[in-house]
């Protein structure tokens, strides 16, 4: 099946540094990848659709500028939290669809816990 | 845009029971649903699907039924196991490179 990677699993870093997250596609091409925001107990919260070559599109009330989302390939998109804070520690999931088949079907990566201390 | 709700929040069920999971959507346009499994600390994994023209699917212990005209389709898991026992989402979604819209979870717990 279908294999979506995320690196780093986990990552603590200081209030005020930047954090970058990468989701890769590891057998198939995306070119439509999207990250979500998920806090302890809750369901997935979209925060952007991620599109190869072009600007993401961000979800309302998610700022574009504190979160920098890069699709380069169809294989790589990367989120990178800016200037982070307390209140941005969160677990982040990335997905991504097989460009090559069914193109409703997303496949989750297995996530990115980041605290910001 | 997309309203999806889901029942129960959570459901314990003895080992061996059947356990079901409901979710109604507000698009008439949404034509794919997918439901997924998330175990503690990982990211959500797909374990059936089903498409606006197909009325139920199974998938050995796993079946998903859709009733398009209520605007309502639930997960039905049979003979449930401990491993089963996990947080499960239904999404939604028109399709294509659309955006899912995903329930707001069911926590399983399978008692041995």
């Known amino acids: 099946g279908a294999v979506v990677s995320q690196h780093p699993s986990r990552v603590i870093c200081k209030s005020g540094t930047s954090v970058k997250i990468e989701c890769r596609s590891l057998d198939f091409q995306a070119t439509t990848m999207f990250w979500y925001r998920q806090f302890p107990k809750q369901s997935l919260m979209l925060m952007a659709t991620s599109n190869e070559g072009s600007k993401a599109t961000y979800e309302q009330g998610v700022e574009k500028d504190k979160f920098l989302i890069n699709h380069a390939s169809l294989t790589l998109s990367t989120l990178t939290v800016t200037s982070a804070h307390p209140e941005d520690s969160s677990f982040y999931i990335c997905?991504?669809?097989?460009?090559?088949?069914?193109?409703?079907?997303?496949?989750f990566g297995p996530g990115t816990r980041l605290l910001v201390l | 845009g997309e309203n999806v709700e889901q029942h129960p929040s959570t459901l314990s069920v003895q080992e061996g029971d059947s356990a079901v999971i409901k979710c109604t959507y507000s698009?008439?346009?949404?034509?794919?649903f997918p439901w997924y499994k998330q175990e503690l600390g990982k990211g959500p994994q797909l374990i059936i699907d089903i498409r606006s023209n197909v009325g139920e699917k199974k998938d050995q212990r796993i079946a998903v039924t859709l009733n398009k005209t209520a605007k309502h389709f639930s997960l039905h898991i049979t003979e449930t196991q401990p491993e089963d026992s996990a947080v499960y989402f239904c999404a939604v979604t028109p399709g294509g490179y659309q955006k899912v819209t995903f329930g707001t979870g069911t926590k399983l717990q399978v008692i041995p």
């Open positions: 698009d008439s346009a949404s034509n794919y």
């Open positions: 997905s991504a669809s097989d460009s090559g088949t069914t193109q409703e079907t997303q496949y």
